[in-house]
């Protein structure tokens, strides 16, 4: 019987082989996603064709919106990565000649004859995230883009899918350091910074207070040297497990399996860093709207660093307010479900991690479905995220929504998120309340 892993890697050599041979002679449109898995998905397929001497041009989107699709060029090459799986009946229409995609989000319609797809959907089911596929569809060209092993890493650790790090054998071919330790970061700061700016685990008291960080050193013990805190990777283990006791004393929904885990640690920019840190910073630079400057901090170049921290600590504290504002905004709520319409109050680019951070607070019991809209233009981003590991498929929830009402939709079971019109936000809220109700009945 062949192995799961197998087919994977069966499927990654036919595709690049598929791919090298049509791309021959011919110019590519690259398109991704601008969170962090699509940044450094595209960073790793840049550098990958500029080795192989291809024509190309990039594209990074938020959204996939259905008349963008209609507009893409007949005559080039369509290379979509970490997004396209929800969109296949567009591609249909827009009548595109090539187009490539590689992609681990939900596939809900039927591909068409013009796309060639990675997906670990179709064949593994194996937890990969874009960058990690990317990273070995390109190592499958030439064997020396295992040098963008690192970039695979930041990937999956944008996507949460630390977990399946090691599946991809990236440990070693990207000189990557693991250790365990607390997974706040970033554990090669001082310990004071990384405890006001942490937002997964969210520590009521803690986050966004600065009184309250001081505060929760002193319980544990914990006190600067020539003014200066040590960081978290420098702890004692008694100093992690009070500071453990100490966070779940005060997120009861923070469980110690949760709080200890895998810290990833690689060098950039010629200096050991914390994975999730990186990660991050290329998050915040793209929801700032700098996805040049995410994509230039990828590739290590000179300046990009700089600019990369400087936004990232602007998108820190649009997040911290960001969640002062959920806490205090009218919701709509029901059994199994809260509805907070943020309207013009939060970014539509951070909508989703406010939504993700809330998932993981004490706010909300386990088995609620949280979903949070935020304007954007003439439309509404809508994310949705499940409180612990229950069973309710949110991206089947939003797409009963959308086929009534119109928009876009993508993600997974547990994570999804919908585009829609502005003058159909009380439909669409009427409309997901409903479904909810409904889905809980099922359950």
Known sequence: ?????????????????????????????????????????????????????????????????????????????????????????????????????????????????????????????????????????????????????????????????EESIENLGVIEEGDIKKKKGIMIYSSTRPINRALEYCSQPYIPGVTGNFKGVLEILREIGIEPSNGKYKSLIELNDEETKKLVTAIMLRNPQAKNKDLIGNIFLLKFFNKLEDARELSAMINACSRFGESGTALRFCMEVLGSRKEA??????????????????????????????????????????????TSILSKSPLYEEGTIITTMAYYEDKIKVSSRNVGMNKRNVREILDLVIKEIGGEVGGHESAAGCMIARDKEKRFIDLLKKNFEIELVKI
């Open 1 to 161: 019987m062949e192995k799961k892993e197998d087919s994977l890697e069966k499927e990654i050599k036919a595709k690049t082989k598929e791919f090298l041979k049509k791309s021959e002679n011919k110019e590519i449109l690259l398109i991704s996603h601008f969170d962090t898995d699509g940044i450094t998905s595209a960073a790793i397929m840049i550098q990958a064709l500029e080795k192989l001497d291809k024509r190309f041009s990039v594209k990074i989107v938020k959204y996939l919106e259905e008349e963008m699709i209609y507009d893409l060029p007949k005559n080039k090459l369509i290379l979509f990565l970490d997004l396209a799986s929800g969109s296949l009946d567009y591609i249909k229409k827009a009548g595109l000649k090539n187009v490539f995609i590689i992609d681990h989000h939900e596939i809900v319609q039927k591909i068409p004859d013009n796309v060639a797809i990675l997906n670990p959907i179709l064949t593994s089911k194996e937890k990969i995230s874009s960058a990690g596929l990317v990273y070995l569809f390109c190592k499958e060209i030439n064997p020396e883009n295992k040098r963008f092993a690192k970039l695979a890493v930041l990937g999956m650790i944008g996507d949460i899918m």
């Open 309 to 354: 921290e400087e936004i990232h600590v602007k998108h820190k504290q649009h997040l911290i307010s960001g969640l002062k504002f959920v806490s205090k905004a009218e919701k709509i709520q029901g059994k199994g479900f809260v509805i907070i319409n943020t309207r013009d109050n939060i970014k539509d680019t951070i909508i989703g991690t406010i």
